[in-house]
């Protein structure tokens, strides 16, 4: 059954340091999308960044980058040059099958903060 | 236009009122979801639309009735809730093609039974 795991409930960054939040999932499907998705205190969800089963390339979206290791099922986010606004709680994501996957399960989530 | 709109934000009801959330989008997105999210908690997947048809309904409660009157519109009508029904209901639309399309949140609605 597929899975998403987040194993950091909170991390604390330093305002202007690189920071990595923690994502594995499990998937029996060769063919799959891995997400990111930002929930800032307000409740809306923002999508950060996609990464696809079969993409070589590691994805990249302005200081969010995707760090992904296809054979150890991890899809982490680095976000660089932390910035206050960047406080929110972060979700890890995977939609499995190709056209008509519609159902995205997400991981538990991690609050992150950032520190002046 | 990459916006999802959501109203109302937040909503207070009893539980044999008859209330309806309201979802609208604007990008020429196919596919329209519901979600319900409890505090500190991922959401979970209620109901999608695809091309205004119902296409996944995750056992919801009959008290929870979804309705896509257009392609730009979703509705959930709500009666009857109880109060363990209070959280965030996000609305969330995409495309439907090959591949893995991002999901578009609305703000959600802040719903509280009584």
Known sequence: AQKITQTQPGMFVQEKEAVTLDCTYDTSDQSYGLFWYKQPSSGEMIFLIYQGSYDEQNATEGRYSLNFQKARKSANLVISASQLGDSAMYFCAMREGRTGGFKTIFGAGTRLFVKA | ?114
């Open chain 2, 1 to 114: 236009d990459t916006e999802v709109t959501q109203t109302p934000k937040h909503l207070v009801m009893g539980m044999t009122n008859k209330k309806s959330l309201k979802c609208e989008q604007h990008m020429g997105h196919r596919a329209m979801y519901w979600y319900k999210q409890k505090a500190k908690k991922p959401p979970e997947l209620m109901f999608v639309y695809s091309y205004e048809k119902l296409s996944i309904n995750e056992s919801v409660p009959s008290r929870f009735s979804p309705e896509c009157p257009n392609s730009s519109l979703l509705n959930l009508h709500l009666h009857a809730l109880q109060p363990e029904d209070s959280a965030l209901y996000l609305c969330a639309s995409s495309q439907v093609s090959t591949g893995y399309n991002e999901q578009f949140f609305g703000p959600g609605t802040r719903l509280t039974v009584l």
